[in-house]
T-cell receptor
Framework: DADVTQTPRNRITKTGKRIMLECSQT?????MYWYRQDPGLGLRLIYY???????NKGEISDGYSVSRQAQAKFSLSLESAIPNQTALYFC??????????FGSGTRLTVV | ELKVEQNPLFLSMQEGKNYTIYCNYS?????LYWYRQDPGKSLESLFV?????AVKQEGRLMASLDTKARLSTLHITAAVHDLSATYFC??????????FGEGTQLTVNP
């Protein structure tokens, strides 16, 4: 099994719908992140969490919310999806050994 | 606010040639990362650079860090087709956040 698992892998949804992207990890890391990737823009941070009670906004949090249900689970929600939220979304974790582990990504299309 | 810029953004090179990708960052950072991404795939960690003057090599790739100049380089030696991918650098900011560059799309032609 992958260290960081994202579900779903692909999703097409309609404008205005609520959608949740899920992330779970087996690394035992406290820190978890959600990034969004758009062509030519690299990855941009949406939200990050240091533990269950510590959640912080990243540089592009508008239109998104998150929930840290447990140390191992960190979900990203789009309350009312819009077409410019079409992107590739990555969950990541980090521990104390300098390394970051990324999930396989969720490709989201909003039509 | 930390900003990270890579250049070039697109690089087409011939097999056997050498080239360097540059990564500039705007404010102090204590760690610099390089990643590789194949189309539709996740990010693969290549290097973590922790201190000024750090140099790491793996196969045909070598990364270096100059914290005074706020510059990291990824040097490609004798490129082969298998190195075709997008390469990202990322600098760590406070709170363990990574700020990424735009990515360099590398194509190695026969």
């Amino acid at each position: 099994d992958a260290d960081v698992t994202q579900t779903p892998r692909n999703r097409i949804t309609k404008t205005g719908k609520r959608i949740m992207l899920e992330c779970s990890q087996t690394k035992g890391h406290d820190r978890m992140y959600w990034y969004r990737q758009d062509p030519g823009l690299g990855l941009r941070l949406i939200y990050y969490s240091f533990d269950v009670k510590d959640i912080n906004k990243g540089e592009i949090s508008d239109g998104y919310s998150v929930s840290r249900q447990a140390q191992a689970k960190f979900s990203l929600s789009l309350e009312s999806a819009i077409p410019n939220q079409t992107a590739l979304y990555f969950c990541a974790t980090s521990g104390h050994n300098y390394g970051y582990t990324f999930g396989s990504g969720t490709r989201l299309t909003v039509v | 606010e930390l900003k990270v810029e890579q250049n070039p953004l697109f690089l087409s090179m011939q097999e056997g040639k050498n080239y360097t990708i540059y990564c500039n960052y705007s404010t102090t950072s204590d760690r610099l990362y390089w990643y590789r991404q194949d189309p539709g795939k996740s990010l693969e960690s290549l290097f973590v650079l922790l201190s000024n003057g750090a140099v790491k090599q793996e196969g045909r790739l070598m990364a270096s860090l100059d914290t005074k100049a706020r510059l990291s380089t990824l040097h490609i030696t004798a490129a082969v087709h298998d190195l075709s991918a997008t390469y990202f650098c990322a600098a760590r900011t406070s709170g363990s956040r990574l700020t990424f560059g735009e990515g360099t799309q590398l194509t190695v032609n026969p």
